[in-house]
């Protein structure tokens, strides 16, 4: 699998003004630490530091908890959308339903 | 591409029109708009196809954001078994590839320029636009990408002494081959090149002297990587094939999977070809809709042309129409890429978010491509057979296969697959240019709703009525 290589990291441009976090392995920039330290252990695993891997530990917790609501409402739009079409078919099709 | 229609009329128009040839286009002709009549069969409104088609691809997005395991993406994404394929073989394969490439391109021209004028009698026509066009073309991505083998014009050109010394500036990147695809696109569609044996042979002499004299000046690799557009066109479908040759050898793969690497070392244009591909999927239906030639039809007579003006005028609006429509779609992708910043949170340029997404649609661009050439291949294949036989001395009779009705809904299927897969294409690449889970999935949503947008375009085109472009 490709990991980000530096020709992209090159193309990162924060501006003055934006709050920015640094990858301390591969200097790509993020927006915000969560980001940063995500990135830490998705790419840099093999040469984490402690506090590094505790970094991206809390912070991928705190992705699941925000991804299981995120899938709640993933699953209930799937379930109406699936609902909507099976009705608009039925009333399309005039199969005597409506 | 259609070529289709353009063989269907210039028979009917054909004085040496048998009776057999006559029973053989009506049943071609019912199957002409195949895409259109899948659903105007099962009765459904169109505004619903429609629809579908958008809601197809938001839900399958939806769908595809429950999955969410890096490692499992993965281990499907890079799953593959070594094919052997000892060195002597390649050799041997290699050459016999490289052998009949030159010969069946000697035989089209030959045959194009003193065979038969009636299209569907000719070797030429029916070896383009039947055997490689849409057979050989549809290989590249169910099989695997062969033409560097095949390719007759890099043989002949690799065998002349010339070392090719020039080079190109690095700033055109590509460029030049989606100059020639657009290039290539129009004259297909506003030429004769499908039904007029000698037009084609002339087309291909031409695209010959330029091509062999382009990769002697500047190296075939050079030539065939960055300004031939068929050469590149194949290697993209290529990438979507599950048989992969890398350096360590041949590889079996599952389907599109080859995508998610090494897409990071884009040439400049590398982007914008591949929405070129994907717009000239779109832009071959297009002009076969009444609306297109209801607008062709108002310019010619807003402008009151007549004879040859008219002539001049109407290939210039396909022209228009095609870099126009080329442009749209270049620039909604930018747009997304621009959106995809910011949804995902990240400094990336949204160049480099847009071309490390892009081979994702490659998958749609083959599932059109499928859903065209299928149908005409099938059913044309068996004509090709016998015109080919009768080449060598054997007599065989000239029939096409019918294709049964439910095919129609066969095709709209490949689209839908197509779509299937570029969306997890597309998931697989944004897990691994974008930190967790969640900024991934967000990054995709510009997409998604331009490819909403883009789908459902394209199955109101697909719905419409087929028509001749008529002021061709």
Known sequence: MSTPDPAILESAHPSDDQSVEWCPHCGRPFPDETGRDLHLGDVHDAVLTDDQRAAYESATAAEEDTLFYFHIKVVATLGVLYAAVVLLYMVALGSGFI | ?472
């Open chain 2, 1 to 472: 591409m259609t070529q289709v229609a353009g063989i269907a009329t210039a028979t009917v128009t054909s004085p040496m029109v048998t009776d057999g040839f006559l029973a053989f286009l009506q049943a071609f002709l019912a199957h002409v708009g195949g895409l259109s009549q899948a659903a105007a069969e099962a009765s459904v409104p169109g505004w619903l196809t429609v629809m579908t088609g958008g809601v197809l691809v938001g839900g399958s997005f939806l769908f595809t954001s429950l999955l969410t395991d890096h490692e499992g993406i993965r281990a499907v994404n890079g799953w593959r078994a070594r094919i052997p394929a000892p060195s002597h073989i390649r050799r041997i394969v290699r050459g016999l590839f490289g052998l009949g490439g030159v010969l069946v391109l000697g035989v089209v021209i030959i045959t194009g320029l003193t065979g038969p004028t009636e299209p569907t009698r000719n070797f030429a026509i029916l070896a383009v636009w039947v055997g490689w066009w849409a057979g050989y073309a549809m290989s590249t991505y169910l099989l695997g990408n062969t033409w560097p083998l095949l390719n007759p014009w890099r043989t002949i050109a690799s065998a002349l002494p010339f070392d090719g010394g020039r080079s190109l500036p690095d700033r055109y990147g590509v460029w030049p081959s989606v100059v020639g695809l657009l290039g290539l696109i129009w004259i297909e569609v506003v030429s004769p090149l499908a039904a007029d044996p000698r037009a084609l042979a002339w087309l291909v002499l031409l695209y010959s002297v330029v091509t062999i004299t382009g990769a002697t000046m500047y190296g075939p690799d050079t030539w065939f990587g960055q300004v031939d557009p068929m050469a590149r066109v194949f290697e993209l479908y290529g990438r979507v094939a599950p048989i992969q040759v890398t350096d360590e050898g041949v590889e079996l793969r599952f389907h599109g999977t080859a995508l998610t690497e090494g897409q990071s070392s884009g040439d400049a244009g590398a982007m914008a070809f591949v929405i070129a591909l994907l717009w000239a999927t779109t832009f071959d239906g297009l002009v076969t809709t009444p609306v297109w030639n209801d607008i062709v039809g108002s310019l010619i007579g807003g402008f009151g042309l007549t004879g040859v003006l008219q002539q001049i005028f109407v290939p210039s609006v396909y022209l228009l129409g095609l870099i126009s429509g080329f442009v749209i779609f270049l620039g909604a992708y930018q747009v997304a890429s621009r959106y995809a910043r910011r949804t995902a949170g990240s400094y990336l340029s949204a160049e480099t978010i847009g071309r490390w997404l892009v081979p994702s649609l490659l998958p749609i661009a083959a599932g059109y491509h499928i859903a065209h050439s299928l149908g005409y291949f099938i059913s044309l294949v068996p004509a090709l057979g016998a015109v080919s036989a009768g080449l060598v001395g054997i007599g065989l009779p000239l029939q096409v296969a019918v294709l049964p009705a439910w095919f129609g809904t066969l095709q709209l299927g490949f689209v839908v697959l197509g779509h299937l897969l570029a969306v997890w294409i597309a998931h697989a690449l944004a897990m691994e240019l974008f930190p967790g889970i969640l900024r991934p999935i967000r990054s995709q949503y510009p997409y998604v709703i331009v490819m909403m947008v883009y789908t459902m375009t394209s199955a109101y085109v697909i719905g419409q009525p087929f028509v001749e472009p008529v002021y061709l």
